[in-house]
């Protein structure tokens, strides 16, 4: 934890500002390890402060280092007490916070310049430390297991969507999950045209195509995966469509490393998808990076920008024919100086349910 603080003392040294209001629940646990419900970290230039309330103390002791601790109901009270006192001013705070809790702030003390900050924390997150790496690796094996696990799950003409989801849910939690990291996809036949169809009461049919997106929090951070699997049997043009997706998919796992623009990270995949015919059915981006959040910097919508070694990735090429079927097949992936490292490893060859 350590080195994330110094790197994010670095970087309030090279900003404006002469302090930084920390108030996100994973930005506090990513500079300090804590977990919990009531946290406020405030740093400055010569001062690292964690405040908590009565019912953390003992676990904030045990868990942050290097901070000095504050046991507080009012951490904001006391956050406007050490400004005055070290004759701070400029104070940046995560731009996410509500506007009640902004206008919180000014009401405190007026006479402050609240700066809010975008992004201030999660940039450092994009890249991933060798513990975090090794963290999502675990977390993306259990979602491996489980996926092996709900193909004989499944029974065609009796289990729902929703079944799925649930099992898959569980699973992943009794191989240590923590809970799942969004509302698993779990759509069958015309809903699997649907790129994010969430799971319904929908019985899941032989000839019908299955896409399952699903992943879950492993010690606060995530995996993501997508598998599309055929029940029944599987039609030449279904067939055809799968294979289009996969190469996208590979194509993209070829062609990562450090130094890729993010232009080209999505463009490689898409060229694939529109050479076969299919480009106007690839309607979503590519990827997104993944870590304490599901959903997470870096984004592909900068396409000057470059991939660096130790981001974690989403590929995640897809075709969606209206009223027919859809393909998503999406691994998540470690940049490296020479390559990339697959994370999510369960079985990508097409299957069929029988």
């Not at 984004?299 to 920008?305: E, I, L, V």
């Amino acid at each position: 934890m350590n080195s994330r603080v110094s790197r994010f003392e670095k970087k309030l040294s090279h900003s404006d500002l002469d302090a930084f209001l920390v108030t996100g629940q994973n930005n506090i646990y990513y500079l300090t390890g804590f977990w919990g419900t009531e946290s406020t970290v405030f740093i400055s230039q010569n001062r690292r402060i964690f405040m908590t309330d009565a019912r953390y103390t003992l676990i904030a002791k045990e868990v942050v280092k290097d901070f000095e601790i504050i046991e507080t109901r009012q951490a904001l009270a006391e956050v406007i007490k050490i400004i005055n006192n070290d004759h701070l001013n400029r104070i940046g705070f995560d731009s996410q916070v509500s506007y009640a809790f902004f206008e919180q702030l000014k009401q405190l003390d007026s006479t402050i310049h609240w700066l809010p900050q975008t992004n201030f924390v999660e940039e450092l997150r994009v890249i991933k430390d060798k513990e975090e790496i090794e963290t999502i690796k675990q977390a993306c094996q259990i979602s491996d297991k489980a996926f092996i696990d709900v193909l004989d799950f499944i029974k065609p003409g009796q289990t729902t969507e929703l079944q799925v989801a649930n099992f898959l849910d569980f699973r992943m939690r009794e191989y240590g999950a923590s809970g799942i990291s969004f509302e698993t996809i779990s759509a069958s036949g015309f809903r699997s045209a649907m790129p994010h169809g969430v799971a319904s009461q929908k019985v899941i049919a032989s000839g019908e195509t299955l896409t399952l997106d699903f992943g879950c929090y492993y010690k606060h951070y995530v995996s993501d995966m997508t598998r599309t699997i055929h029940i029944g049997n599987v039609t030449d043009k279904e067939r055809e469509i799968y294979q289009i997706t996969l190469n996208a998919n590979q194509a993209l796992i070829e062609k990562t490393k450090a130094g890729l623009s993010f232009k080209n990270y999505d463009a490689i995949p898409r060229k694939v998808i529109t050479d076969a015919g299919y480009g106007q059915y690839f309607t979503h981006g590519i990827g997104h990076g993944i870590g304490l959040d599901i959903h997470e910097e870096p984004y592909f919508n900068k396409p000057d920008n470059k991939l660096e070694a130790n981001m974690v990735i989403t590929d995640e090429p897809g075709i969606y024919l209206d009223n027919q079927f859809g393909v998503r097949i999406e691994d998540d992936l470690l940049v490296t100086e020479d390559g990339c490292e697959i994370l999510t490893l369960a079985p990508k060859e097409l299957i069929v349910i029988k």
